[in-house]
């Protein structure tokens, strides 16, 4: 219901119990240029996005991070050290790297112990978080948009709250060149050069032999 006709969804939902997941809503002129990979489920989830458009690759790893609970023994500590196991797949890969998704790291807070670990991370890795303003009705910066600072690949981003749930959206454009479109043969006639009293005839001549038959 929420995917329009000009796109697909890709839906990585979470194993074994309610909640979480990964959707992924991409326009099918794009599905050929993609190709899609689960990374981890455990203790956060992930799903690998490989754009390829002429010479030009970017991969997109979109992230869902579960809050920490005791019941699913899920800690920052288990996180951190997943997390970083995970970025070092990607510290000598060629082509562009975007991170989305939620965290669930109050990244605003400048004491809050999870958040500076998150940024030592991303420091210790050459990659740059984006977002500066809060994403979740509670006032906390919770969905992140990281990029590599080599790539120059960002053109301009935002977050805008939707209506949708309590997180806002975080939109962005990247400078990627336009995939080629598929060619097409289109037949018209030129309606200035209808002969229209010839036209009025052939018509009325289909017609007359319909009656007659």
């Known amino acids: 219901a929420m995917t329009p006709p000009s796109h697909s969804a890709m839906s990585f939902p979470r194993t ?32 690998e996005v490989n754009l390829s458009l002429r010479n030009s690759s970017v991969c997109f790893v979109c992230v869902y ?30 082509g562009g790297l975007v991170l989305v998704g939620d965290f669930n790291v109050h990244f ?10 998150l940024r030592t991370i991303f420091n210790d890795f050459s990659l740059s978080q984006m977002v500066v303003e809060p994403t979740h ?41 336009v995939p080629k479109l598929a060619k097409r043969t289109v037949l018209s006639r030129h309606l200035k050069k209808v002969n229209t009293e010839q036209l009025y005839g052939d018509v009325s001549a289909a017609v007359l032999r319909l009656l007659d038959s």
């Open 16 to 47: 074994g119990r309610c909640g979480g997941g990964i959707c992924i809503i991409v326009a099918k002129s794009l599905v050929e240029h993609l190709s899609f990979r689960v990374l981890s489920e455990s203790p956060f989830e992930a799903v």
């Open 65 to 94: 991070r579960p809050p920490s609970s005791a019941k699913t023994g899920s800690t920052d500590a288990l996180f951190f050290d997943a997390f970083s196991d995970l970025l070092q797949r990607y510290n000598d890969r060629t």
């Open 108 to 117: 605003e807070d400048a004491t809050n112990s999870a958040a500076h670990r």
């Open 137 to 177: 009705t509670r006032g906390h910066t919770l969905d992140l948009l990281v990029v590599r600072e080599s790539d120059n690949l960002l053109r301009s981003f935002r977050v805008l709250d939707i209506a949708l749930s309590d997180h806002c959206a975080v939109f962005f454009q990247l400078s990627l060149p």
